[in-house]
């Protein structure tokens, strides 16, 4: 493969505007996120209130991990993981939904995020050691992408567990390098969650294999064109993430100026091209997610071309 070209200095500072607008977004708004008044373990409903904090906290990490945002920026992302982290109750939280339910898995998922920052839990970490040593959890019924999610989980925290990253991937729909005229909404999200977590989110691009990477860089551009079309932010924003995480990103001048002009001034980013609502609480449930993908997306293009993003 040849060289990367440097991405153009317009498409660096649409990301940066837009990883720092996005970012300032959920820290001003994180409290919308906060639990309700005696959640417990159970979580009754956890996507209304459990995901958004760890999907912050996920971008936050993130933020933190790549270490290209400014002092000021690197100061939010810190604020937004120690809110996240308070409202689990410093993990405890986590720690009793884990006891309670030891083979579900997004409480390691959720911890994670945290670990990447240099949070731990003792009484979490021994209990997933644990558990990581048992049949039961490693044979729960997860989507071919939902493995790969638990399995980079266990790397980023630490956890000494066996996988077969090849098998992991084969199993996939993007691992089998299908006919790309067949993806629909839900598999184009399946394919950007087995790229984020075979490469832990840009981490490793490399882990990625060469006929996956070719069939990407050939692919990905037509994809995001589907879904610029028709406005669906959310989507092309992960569709953005996957370039970045790829050995050789291309970063897209015309895909980024239609991304970054969905964004508002506030830094929201919306989901789709519908109206967004004026209530603040309204706004934050149905944008938050889109938002989180905006903060990460900026932050990685940036990073992934740092030797050239003094113009920024």
Not at 266 to 291: I, N, S, W, Y
Not at 300 to 312: Q, W
């Given at each position: 493969m040849s060289t990367p070209t440097p991405a153009p200095a317009p498409v660096r500072l649409m990301a940066h505007r837009m990883a720092t607008g996005a970012l300032g977004w959920l820290h001003r708004n994180r409290g919308h996120g906060a639990l309700p008044p005696g959640t417990t373990a159970d979580l009754a409903d956890p996507d209304s209130v459990y995901k958004p904090l760890a999907e912050s906290a996920m971008a936050a990490s993130l933020v933190l991990r790549e270490g290209i945002a400014s002092p000021a920026d690197q100061h939010r992302a810190r604020e937004v993981l120690d809110f996240s982290w308070e409202q689990l109750g410093a993990s405890d939280l986590l720690y009793e939904r884990q006891l309670r339910y030891p083979v579900m898995t997004d409480p390691l998922e959720v911890y994670t995020h945290f670990t990447r920052a240099g949070y731990r839990h003792e009484r979490l970490d021994g209990l997933l050691a644990h558990l990581g040593g048992l049949a039961s959890p490693r044979s729960s019924e997860l989507m071919p992408n939902r493995r790969l999610a638990v399995a980079n989980a266990a790397r980023v925290a630490g956890l000494e567990r066996e996988v077969d990253w090849r098998a992991l991937t084969d199993a996939t729909w993007l691992g089998q390098t299908p006919e790309p005229w067949a993806i629909d909404w839900l598999t184009a999200y399946c394919v950007t969650h087995t790229v984020f977590h075979v490469t832990d989110w840009g981490a490793r691009p490399e882990g990625l294999p060469p006929r996956i990477q070719d069939y990407l860089t050939l692919w990905l551009p037509v994809w995001i064109d589907v879904w610029l079309e028709i406005q669906e932010w959310d989507l092309v924003g992960e569709l953005l993430i996957v370039d970045a995480c790829l050995t050789e990103p291309r970063c897209p001048p015309g895909a980024w100026e239609m991304f970054a002009s969905?964004?508002?001034?506030?830094?929201?980013?919306?989901?789709?091209?519908?109206?967004?609502?004026?209530?603040?609480?309204?706004?934050?449930?149905?944008?938050?997610?889109?938002?989180v993908v905006a903060t990460i997306a900026g932050t990685?293009?940036?990073?992934?071309?740092?030797?050239?993003?003094?113009?920024?």
């Open positions: 969905a964004q508002h001034e506030d830094g929201l980013l919306p989901r789709d091209g519908r109206p967004v609502a004026e209530d603040p609480r309204q706004a934050f449930a149905e944008h938050h997610h889109p938002t990685l293009a940036l990073s992934r071309f740092r030797g050239t993003a003094g113009a920024a």
